[in-house]
């Protein structure tokens, strides 16, 4: 019996006892629903016939939680198995995420015993008998993994075990199977994809372009393997549905995230459509990529210029923080890789850890060298532990009060959460030191330089005074009684790229403008840019002889214009609009009385003038 | 020796291990007892089971009767609070009700009799600019007149009856006709004070009439100050 096995017992005690906590009901539910698909029907059928928004590959879990679920009770048993407190499904779903707990624990502890491959890989400093089984203790015990699989009943830790398992392959020079691993986790958690540039970069810096190409043959196969059903039932296309349904599902600036996105809408990130705009005429997704991709080509950078494993997990924790902290719709639990990763970073740091005792003996030193100091690493993944932490809770307690600690929910308040997340961002700063000591600091200015270049573009055509299509802004509200709006696209083309029709009235065909169909309201925020408004509308070519419309302009709420009934055969009108001032340009159809039918409407070349 | 001591002490914490597990599950099991049993469905269409693979009754010209929920007159009364709205009402401990996650309408369903909660609705929030905004800011009487036009199963009004509950609740009491001309059902709409653009409904569904009436009679709005 060793420490390491009681180290075990202890933490998956503390996780049993949390099981039958109903957690994030919404998520369990859901996930009642897709396994019992997936047990009566198959993984294909599954994908079509519920509204599942994961990837392909997490529907075999799944089907694993369905058929375990079978051994304890009957699914098809209504009353009981759609039971909030069914423990047994409780059970058998957190296991997953607790089973990929202890296999995390046990890599940890396998790997940081392995004295000779660590010193090989840049460990230099030398580890005490007990470090391996310290740090898989601080990950096993630490609240936010605790919270993630036993309380909430996610699977962050499910999704991250495919990387961490993919990358220490790699050190063990086994990049093919490496590559096969870290696809399938891709395939199972949508969130790993953010690692995939920084992954290969390794593979090409550390095993050369030969290697690259194979592992990237690799992926290819692996991403047929696990698609293997929906290859042979020819329904691939549905594939890339469920790798891109998660575009936009959520619309909004935070999913509870306590980032940058959260303080700008003021801790209602779930009440704020990302497409406002938030400079010149960007929105605020834009944006968002925007700094994003700048931070993230900077960690790409860090590990092209200067690859080794300690850039190597570094250039993982900055990619995966940039995604929380700057992109919208970010998830409260996105940050959640950084309590492992940073484990794996420390010991490739070589950082000075001094005796406790001596430590302020000389407090002028010992400022002087505290950011390269143990210490300030570990006041860093403290802090990144209770804020974690925290944001998790948060998002727990916020859908479910009643599953949440109640002194934590007590004193969590909206200011709390904006102090949060502006703690998250110097926290994402922090971690520039280490990212210092390896390539020049003016390396800094490049992620600032590219955002600004990338904000500098996407406003060029006010910055130049030009005039600019209104299709270029994504509408804040956009409803519409039939379908879904259409750009450049007339309104009938909704249902699939087979069906794809110009925009067109009488024949008079356009390039630019909105197919939309009555009764509409298409409202965009452009942010008092623009002075003047010009578009043709009508009734669209596709449209039933039974149309009829009336097409309304609204500024800030007042109308700006309003047309006659129009119908069929009536040929394009011009409208021209002074729109000084307006930031919120609303353009309405309705049905002029009569009814909806056959209403194919269109916002013909809408263009603004600054 | 048959087993030596190293052996033996893994044995030992082995049990020991296992013995505590099963502890820690027990203690698990029973706090989920403590949690709230309601039916919790997902939102959205998505799968909740097989569907029936009786063959399709044909359509008769009068219903069948069907299985009607009641409760004996000593049972305990429970309150259900809205998880949007600040509503509430009193229901039989014995009536297993279902809410749907992130459902805007705030709506509840009770599960009997098999049939999917999704068909038994017995209250949820009407807002009328969502569902026709030509009745916002009209009397909530108009919308309760023309209720019936948004379902394809109904033709007609039969009857509308105003009153109040108990707890000062502005309804109506209204029967529609039906395709087939019958008015099984009774549906209730309570003005919400303050707020012309919410309308409280209920509807009957299956539940017997001292029972749905006595649920009326208990709905309150209660907004937090």
């Given at each position: 019996m060793s420490a390491f096995s009681i180290l075990i017992v202890v933490g998956l005690v503390i996780r049993l006892m949390l099981i039958g906590n109903t957690g994030f009901l919404a998520d369990v539910s859901f996930w009642k629903s897709w396994g019992l698909a997936a047990i009566d029907h198959g993984i294909v059928w599954t994908s079509f016939n519920t509204n599942i928004n994961y990837p392909p590959g997490f529907i075999y879990v799944l089907w694993i939680m369905g058929k375990l679920y079978s051994l304890f009770g009957n699914p098809h048993d209504f009353n009981s198995y759609?039971?909030?407190?069914?423990f047994a499904f409780l059970l058998v779903s957190k296991s997953i995420a607790i089973a990929a707990d202890v296999f995390i624990a046990w890599l940890i502890y396998f790997f940081f015993s392995q004295k000779d491959r660590l010193k090989k890989l840049g460990v230099t400093f030398p580890l005490s008998p007990n470090f391996p089984l310290i740090l898989s203790a601080v990950f096993f015990l630490n609240p936010v993994v605790i919270i993630d699989s036993?309380?909430?009943?996610?699977v962050e830790s499910f999704g991250i075990m495919f990387t961490l398992l993919a990358i220490l392959l790699l050190f063990y020079k086994r990049p093919y199977l490496a590559t096969f691993i870290f696809i399938t986790g891709t395939l199972m958690k949508l969130q790993n994809i953010i690692y995939l540039p920084i992954y290969f970069i390794f593979i090409y810096r550390s095993f050369g372009l030969k290697t690259l190409i194979k592992s990237l043959s690799v992926s290819a196969i692996t991403f047929v393997l696990v698609c293997l059903p929906f290859v042979l039932a020819g329904d691939l296309s549905q594939v890339l549905f469920l790798m891109t349904i998660n575009s936009d599902y959520f619309p909004w600036l935070s999913l509870n995230a306590h980032n940058l996105w959260w303080i700008v809408s003021g801790a209602k990130g779930l009440n704020v459509t990302d497409k406002i705009t938030v400079l010149g005429m960007t929105n605020a997704k834009t944006a968002g990529l925007i700094i994003f991709s700048s931070f993230y080509f900077l960690s790409c950078l860090l590990l092209y210029l200067k690859t080794n494993v300690r850039n190597f997990f570094l250039s993982l924790i900055l990619g995966i923080f940039a995604f929380f902290l700057f992109t919208t719709q970010s998830h409260e639990r996105y940050s959640y890789p950084l309590v492992v990763l940073m484990l794996f970073l420390y010991p490739f740091l070589n950082l000075e850890y001094g005796k406790f005792a001596t430590r302020f003996v000389n407090l002028k030193s010992y400022l002087k060298n505290f950011f390269g100091s143990a210490d300030y690493f570990w006041l860093l993944y403290i802090l990144a532990s209770i804020l974690i932490f925290f944001n998790i809770h948060f998002g727990l307690v916020y859908n479910y009060p009643q599953n949440g600690w109640g002194f934590l929910s007590q004193i969590t308040t909206p200011q709390l959460t904006i102090v949060s997340a502006y703690f998250h961002i110097v926290l994402f700063f922090a971690f520039f030191v280490f990212v210092c000591s390896q390539i020049s600091p003016l390396f800094l200015i490049i992620p600032f330089a590219l955002t600004a270049i990338g904000l500098t573009l996407t406003n060029s055509s006010l910055l130049l005074r030009q005039n600019v299509s209104l299709t270029a802004f994504k509408p804040i509200i956009a409803n519409q009684d039939f379908s879904i709006l259409q750009v450049n696209k007339s309104v009938n083309s909704y249902s699939g790229w087979k069906s794809w029709n110009r925009l067109s009235n009488n024949y008079f065909y356009y390039r630019f403008g909105f197919g939309a169909h009555a009764k509409s309201n298409l409202t965009f925020d452009i942010n008092k840019k623009f002075k003047r408004f010009t578009a043709d509308i009508g009734i669209d070519?596709?449209?039933?002889?039974q149309a009829s419309v009336v097409f309304q302009i609204f500024g800030d709420e007042k109308k700006l214009f309003e047309s006659e009934k129009m119908g069929k055969f009536d040929f394009p009108k011009h409208v021209e609009i002074d729109i000084s001032g307006v930031k919120y340009l609303e353009l309405i159809l309705d049905?002029?009385?009569?009814?909806?039918?056959?209403?194919?409407?269109d916002w013909l070349n809408p263009v603004l003038y600054p | 020796m048959l087993v030596n001591k190293g052996n033996l002490l893994k044995l030992i914490f082995f049990i020991f291990a296992v013995l505590l597990s099963v502890g820690a599950l027990y203690i698990a099991y029973r706090y989920s007892l403590l949690q709230s049993n309601n039916i919790i469905l997902p939102g959205g269409i998505t799968y909740l089971g097989p569907s029936s693979t009786a063959k399709p009754i044909l359509p008769t010209l009068t219903l069948k009767p069907h299985k009607v929920f009641t409760a004996p007159s000593d049972e305990k009364w429970v309150t259900y609070h809205g998880v949007i709205y600040p509503y509430s009402f009193n229901h039989p401990q014995s009536l297993s009700l279902a809410v749907f996650p992130k459902d805007k309408t705030d709506s509840v369903a009770f599960s009997f009799d098999n049939v999917d909660p999704r068909v038994n609705i017995l209250l949820n929030i009407d807002k009328i600019s969502d569902r026709?905004?030509?009745?916002?800011?009209?009397?909530?009487i108009d919308y309760v007149k023309n209720w019936y036009r948004y379902f394809s199963g109904l033709k007609g009004v039969d009857k509308i009856d105003a009153f109040q509950n108990v707890n000062n609740l502005k309804g109506y009491r209204a029967v529609f006709i039906n395709d087939i001309n019958q008015t099984p059902n009774v549906d209730i709409f309570f003005e919400v004070p303050g707020n012309n653009d919410l309308v409280i409904h209920l509807a009957n569904g299956n539940l017997d009439p001292s029972i749905f009436d006595r649920i009326v009679d208990s709905v309150k709005w209660t907004p937090k100050k």
């Open positions: 759609w039971r909030e407190n069914n036993a309380l909430w009943g996610q070519t596709e449209a039933g002889t049905d002029g009385g009569d009814g909806i039918n056959n209403d194919h409407a | 026709d905004p030509r009745f916002s800011g009209k009397p909530i």
